[in-house]
């Protein structure tokens, strides 16, 4: 396949990605190769500054006051002892708000600031701005909000037929998939209904930013976010006033993982810029971090897998309910991807699958690494282990006989086009030699960790597998690209694009690209602003190597040619002769060759570029079509220790094959793929938001909890499977998301393995293991 | 904002304390300024007695060790504090992470008197007596008698914890706890138990299973008539068996986001098996 992306919008020129035929230099600094992040050593040196760090004269500091209820109606509010604090200079309510008093990332059902009605413990209700800190805090404590609290809608199975709790009603989406012969049944059946908890993406940079007004009446706002101009949209119309009137600027980010998505304070800071006259800064505390953005959303599938004796598979059925909590967020996506996935990486010839996203008044969940398809691999591995079990079969040769591949069809129906080596994967990873891992002396190493609770004799060993999949960029007919502008003068190429750099390397990783593309050494990135450049995209579905690399890589190819042109036009040769590299025009046949500083000296050779990728469509009412771009997977290997009396586990080993198309910046993979998977060990041991009727338990690190070192096993990479993705800058995939889809699947059969039991929900906590 | 004395000597302390009885009492500050962050305190008068030489004050005697309030969880850690109490080693050990246990204290730890405070079994398990001043002079408690209540002490205003004198018996000391992951966890069960030869008695204390720290006595005075003391033999696994369902029946657990009372008092039986078992077990103990 060659790359069909390519068409354009206003301004920037067309870029098609070209692909696994291109020359690749794999020089020391250039794509490939180890690059140290430029933001590296400032970080590791606390010298980065992040947004909780900004600061600027006579500035004024934010607070929010939020609902302690997850059901209320607001019959008043009397903010007369806040305004009357000294100190504070400003009080805003729901009318405050200027423009459309609703934001959302998909629908714009979310209040600004409540009006008249709560639907989940922690929405924003009032706004304080005040000279100090505690001062805005006190004010905000100080407003009384008279709620008349009613009964919380807190089962998301209930919710469809519930009374509506919102005007849009208590369905975010419904999805039908029908694939195949829905009438065949397989000759072997499993079923089972399973189980996820309310993952958090616990991010170490809590939400922060500042707002300052500017004299026009436009804003200008610092802030850590995951896709600035999509911010900027929403923002704009809550304050009712032009996008050019909005200008962002990404401040530094600590983590995002999907939370960073939706909007949180930036409408609010701006409020009060504009309000009070002067800058405005928040910082959110862990607690209120906690409230202050959505979830992973909690699922419960039952399932029901068909095959014939030889174990191939005949059928899925399936049906999925996540809870999407009080607001839309992103729950339509991300039902579309649990459903469209749900099958995990297999060829099934038959597929019914449903699958229901609901409100209720819980807290609003929506994008988190993995997307949809973490809660389903759970799902669709637990029923391959199942269905092994029933066939008597090896489970990874299960896999193997089913692995799809190019030239297969998903269950909506969409031909497997790309690369997709799903069999390669599981191969690499589950024949991996397995290390030999003595049982410790010492009790840390153990079960229980420091806590001294578990000696070698008290514990049992399991090994699991699982294998799981979803798709790169956005789906059903989204056009999604991404902007990027490159300059060269006097030999150093500026790149100017808004991709949000949340932690996942493309700063290093667009220096790569430039310096590959461009034959130079310096590469300066300009600030990730609205004003001057277009739209990124965010930073999530696994998007921004592709995509901003494709806009970044597209904007050096059309200034190299620039150059190119005038230096053969100057010396009378043809431009397909000449080439840059090491700081240099150099003509092929060795003749001739020029320094680009010099070629360049006060020239402003330049490009501004709008990069798309193929086009999708969406899914009709049976759930098929060509939704999706490009799909990666990931295998999984775990090893564990568990201590059954005691339901306390301690994870070995994590072996590891993911299909990455190529690998751009080695280290920056490994450190993916270990994020990743400590992402995937949190959810399948511990990680998990506690609710009790709609009431957030633990919104503190104190009480939930994310591995620590001594949680974290080795990670061994068996494979990168780098098979060049066609249509993909330089083959690359994106990483970031398929280590957290499988590693929790396979942790889970890990301890089934160890112990037995069936273990139908993640996280498992120790009493599902010891009273199980 | 508060008005904050930090005092550098024990008589500071105790003079700015008799001023402002209600005054908070400040150490490593691990759990005071959690609540103050959380908007949960705002003391109007707080003493500092982080440079208090005389709470960082410790000693061991053959029969004794004596810890004073301002020891830090690290310097329990470290030798020869460690080998002289080796269960209060083992328990803080447990607490947070190296920066906390750098800055958290034992008075701090009874001060706060959480159920799941990590050294009080161990201090209810040595028999420690907790030895506070105040404006009427010393006194002296046990820990049963000092934790009274979920962080209740019987601390008289104006009083300071100085120090925990506890017993240092001849025989093992294990402390267990159980969390969520494999360190930095607040306790969902935690057991301490010493085995004192000297006085033929096994004693036992719980965490995070009750309101208090309850001493296990009946099944201590059970299990101590059945253990083979002249000839150090190891302990039936049918003794260890039920000595665990005795000692979890002196927990009274409840259900929270942490976990459920049926957990805990599952776990505290199979702590107690297990603890014993260690504590007369053949061979060198292990103290990993």
């Known amino acids: 396949m060659t790359s069909e992306a390519?068409?354009?919008?206003?301004?920037?020129?067309?870029?098609?990605?070209?692909?696994?035929?291109?020359?690749?230099?794999?020089?020391?600094?250039?794509?490939?190769?180890?690059?140290?992040?430029?933001?590296?050593?400032?970080?590791?040196?606390?010298?980065?500054?992040?947004?909780?760090?900004?600061?600027?004269?006579?500035?004024?500091?934010?607070?929010?006051?939020?609902?302690?209820?997850?059901?209320?109606?607001?019959?008043?509010?009397?903010?007369?002892?806040?305004?009357?604090?000294?100190?504070?200079?400003?009080?805003?309510?729901?009318?405050?708000?200027?423009?459309?008093?609703?934001?959302g990332l998909e629908h714009g059902d979310q209040p600004a600031l409540a009006d008249g009605q709560v639907r989940y413990v922690g929405e924003p209700v009032a706004l304080v701005a005040a000279d100090h800190p505690d001062i805005a805090r006190r004010a905000a404590e100080a407003i009384v909000v008279d709620y008349e609290v009613t009964e919380p809608l807190t089962d998301a199975e209930a919710a469809p037929t519930a009374a509506p709790i919102h005007p849009d009603g208590n369905v975010f989406r419904e999805i039908t998939i029908r694939h195949g012969d829905l009438d065949v049944t397989g000759e072997v059946t499993v079923e089972g209904v399973y189980e996820v908890g309310m993952q958090d993406q616990a991010f170490m940079g809590p939400e922060s930013g500042m707002a300052l007004p500017d004299e026009d009446g436009s804003v200008e706002l610092f802030v850590s976010t995951q896709w600035l101009h999509v911010d900027r949209e929403q923002i704009a119309a809550c304050l009712g006033i032009d996008e050019e009137k909005v200008r962002l600027t990404l401040a530094g980010v600590g983590g995002a993982f999907g939370a960073r998505e939706d909007l949180s304070l930036q409408v609010h800071l701006c409020l009060l810029a504009l309000h009070t006259g002067k800058p405005v800064k928040m910082v959110y505390s862990r607690d209120e971090s906690f409230l202050g953005h959505v979830h992973r959303h909690p699922a419960k599938m039952w399932y029901r897998h068909h095959a014939d004796r030889t174990g191939r598979l005949v059928k899925v059925e399936a049906r999925i309910v996540l809870d999407g909590g009080a607001y839309a967020s992103t729950s339509s996506a991300?039902?579309?991807?649990?459903?469209?996935?749900?099958?995990?990486?297999?060829?099934?010839?038959?597929?019914?699958?449903?699958?229901?996203?609901?409100?209720?008044?819980?807290?609003?969940?929506?994008?988190?690494?993995?997307?949809?398809?973490?809660?389903?691999?759970?799902?669709?591995?637990?029923?391959?282990?199942?269905?092994?079990?029933?066939?008597?079969?090896?489970?990874?040769?299960?896999?193997?006989?089913?692995?799809?591949?190019?030239?297969?069809?998903?269950?909506?129906?969409?031909?497997?086009?790309?690369?997709?080596?799903?069999?390669?994967?599981?191969?690499?990873?589950?024949?991996?030699?397995?290390?030999?891992?003595?049982?410790?002396?010492?009790?840390?190493?153990?079960?229980?960790?420091?806590?001294?609770?578990?000696?070698?004799?008290?514990?049992?060993?399991?090994?699991?597998?699982?294998?799981?999949?979803?798709?790169?960029?956005?789906?059903?007919?989204?056009?999604?690209?991404?902007?990027?502008?490159?300059?060269?003068?006097?030999?150093?190429?500026?790149?100017?694009?808004?991709?949000?750099?949340?932690?996942?390397?493309?700063?290093?990783?667009?220096?790569?690209?430039?310096?590959?593309?461009?034959?130079?050494?310096?590469?300066?990135?300009?600030?990730?602003?609205?004003?001057?450049?277009?739209?990124?995209?965010?930073?999530?579905?696994?998007?921004?190597?592709?995509?901003?690399?494709?806009?970044?890589?597209?904007?050096?190819?059309?200034?190299?040619?620039?150059?190119?042109?005038?230096?053969?036009?100057?010396?009378?040769?043809?431009?397909?002769?000449?080439?840059?590299?090491?700081g240099l025009v150099v003509s092929l046949d060795g003749q001739q060759e020029a320094l680009l500083a010099q070629v360049t000296a006060g020239a402003g050779y330049e490009a501004d570029v709008e990069y798309h990728h193929a086009p999708t469509e969406a899914l009709d009412e049976n759930g098929q079509g060509n939704a999706h771009v490009s799909f990666a997977c990931a295998a999984h290997r775990a090893t564990v220790d568990v201590d059954p009396d005691l339901g306390l586990v301690r994870v070995r080993d994590?072996?590891?094959?993911?299909?990455?198309?190529?690998?751009?910046?080695?280290?920056?993979?490994?450190?993916?793929?270990?994020?990743?998977?400590?992402?995937?060990?949190?959810?399948?041991?511990?990680?998990?938001?506690?609710?009790?009727?709609?009431?957030?338990?633990?919104?503190?690190?104190?009480?939930?909890?994310?591995?620590?070192?001594?949680?974290?096993?080795?990670?061994?990479?068996?494979?990168?499977?780098?098979?060049?993705?066609?249509?993909?800058?330089?083959?690359?995939?994106?990483?970031?998301?398929?280590?957290?889809?499988?590693?929790?699947?396979?942790?889970?059969?890990?301890?089934?393995?160890?112990?037995?039991?069936?273990?139908?929900?993640?996280?498992?906590?120790?009493?599902?293991?010891?009273l199980g | 904002m508060s008005d904050v004395v930090v005092a550098r000597s024990l008589d500071e302390a105790r003079g700015a304390l008799a001023e402002h009885p209600d005054a908070t009492v400040l150490a490593g500050g691990t759990d005071l300024m959690v609540e103050i962050n959380r908007g949960l305190r705002r003391p109007s008068h707080v003493v500092g007695v982080a440079q208090v030489p005389e709470l960082r004050d410790w000693s061991i005697a053959d029969d004794q060790v004596i810890v004073g309030g301002g020891v830090t969880y690290t310097e329990m850690m470290t030798t020869p504090l460690a080998d002289a109490a080796p269960a209060l080693a083992q328990a803080a050990r447990t607490v947070g992470s190296p920066p906390i246990r750098n800055a958290g204290t034992l008075g701090g730890n009874l001060g706060t008197a959480s159920p799941a405070g990590d050294t009080l079994p161990v201090l209810a398990a040595l028999n420690a007596q907790i030895v506070v001043v105040g404006p009427d002079g010393e006194r002296r408690m046990a820990l049963d008698e000092f934790v009274v209540g979920v962080k209740r002490t019987s601390l008289r205003p104006g009083e300071l914890i100085v120090r925990a004198e506890m017993d240092r018996p001849t025989g093992r000391q294990?402390?267990?706890?159980?969390?969520?992951?494999?360190?930095?966890?607040?306790?969902?069960?935690?057991?301490?138990?010493?085995?004192?030869?000297?006085?033929?008695?096994?004693?036992?204390?719980?965490?995070?299973?009750?309101?208090?720290?309850p001493r296990a006595r009946d099944a201590e005075a059970w299990v101590s008539e059945r253990i083979d003391w002249d000839n150090g033999a190891g302990v039936d696994d049918s003794v260890a068996d039920e000595f665990g369902q005795r000692v979890a029946a002196a927990s009274s657990p409840i259900d929270d986001h942490r976990s459920t009372a049926a957990y805990r008092r599952h776990a505290i039986a199979v702590l107690a098996t297990r603890a014993l078992k260690r504590a007369f077990a053949q061979g060198d103990p292990s103290d990993a």
């Not at chain 1, 909780?52 to 019959?75: E, K, M, Q, V």
């Not at chain 1, 699982?466 to 989204?478: D, I, P, Q, T, W």
Request: charge should be negative; hydrophobic fraction near 45%.
């Open chain 1, 334 to 582: 991300v039902i579309a991807n649990a459903s469209c996935f749900a099958a995990g990486p297999y060829k099934v010839p038959a597929a019914h699958i449903t699958g229901l996203a609901a409100r209720t008044n819980n807290p609003p969940c929506g994008a988190m690494r993995g997307f949809g398809a973490v809660q389903t691999c759970f799902g669709h591995e637990s029923q391959m282990d199942k269905l092994a079990a029933a066939l008597n079969m090896d489970p990874v040769e299960l896999r193997l006989l089913n692995a799809i591949g190019p030239g297969d069809r998903l269950v909506t129906g969409q031909l497997i086009t790309g690369t997709f080596p799903t069999a390669e994967v599981i191969r690499q990873c589950a024949y991996a030699p397995e290390a030999e891992i003595p049982l410790s002396d010492d009790r840390r190493d153990l079960p229980g960790g420091s806590g001294r609770t578990t000696d070698a004799a008290d514990t049992v060993r399991g090994t699991g597998f699982a294998v799981g999949f979803k798709n790169l960029m956005f789906s059903e007919g989204y056009d999604d690209y991404s902007s990027a502008a490159c300059r060269v003068s006097d030999g150093v190429a500026t790149i100017t694009c808004a991709c949000a750099e949340v932690g996942q390397g493309f700063v290093t990783l667009a220096q790569q690209i430039a310096r590959t593309e461009l034959g130079v050494d310096e590469v300066i990135l300009a600030p990730a602003q609205t004003a001057t450049i277009g739209s990124a995209g965010s930073s999530s579905a696994s998007r921004q190597t592709w995509m901003s690399g494709g806009a970044v890589q597209a904007a050096c190819r059309e200034v190299r040619a620039q150059i190119l042109a005038d230096v053969a036009a100057e010396w009378g040769v043809s431009p397909d002769g000449l080439v840059l590299r090491d």
């Open chain 2, 174 to 213: 294990e402390f267990l706890k159980i969390g969520p992951r494999n360190a930095m966890v607040i306790s969902m069960a935690g057991l301490a138990l010493v085995a004192d030869h000297d006085a033929r008695a096994v004693r036992c204390a719980l965490g995070a299973v009750a309101a208090g720290i």
């Open chain 1, 654 to 770: 994590i072996t590891t094959a993911q299909d990455v198309g190529r690998i751009l910046n080695p280290t920056q993979a490994v450190g993916q793929i270990e994020g990743g998977i400590a992402q995937g060990l949190g959810l399948a041991l511990m990680e998990e938001i506690v609710l009790d009727d709609g009431l957030v338990r633990n919104a503190s690190f104190t009480d939930y909890v994310i591995p620590t070192t001594l949680d974290m096993p080795d990670v061994t990479i068996a494979a990168f499977v780098e098979e060049p993705e066609p249509g993909a800058p330089y083959g690359a995939k994106g990483i970031g998301e398929p280590p957290t889809i499988s590693s929790s699947a396979a942790i889970a059969a890990a301890v089934r393995a160890a112990t037995g039991q069936d273990l139908p929900r993640i996280p498992i906590r120790p009493a599902d293991i010891a």
């Open chain 1, 6 to 103: 390519a068409n354009t919008a206003a301004g920037g020129s067309t870029a098609t990605g070209t692909g696994a035929d291109t020359i690749v230099d794999v020089g020391t600094r250039g794509v490939g190769a180890d690059v140290g992040r430029p933001d590296g050593v400032p970080k590791v040196q606390g010298r980065f500054a992040f947004s909780s760090d900004l600061w600027a004269d006579d500035f004024l500091w934010g607070h929010t006051l939020r609902s302690p209820h997850a059901s209320a109606l607001i019959r008043g509010v009397d903010i007369g002892p806040a305004v009357a604090m000294a100190g504070v200079y400003a009080v805003l309510l729901a009318d405050d708000v200027p423009g459309c008093p609703t934001y």
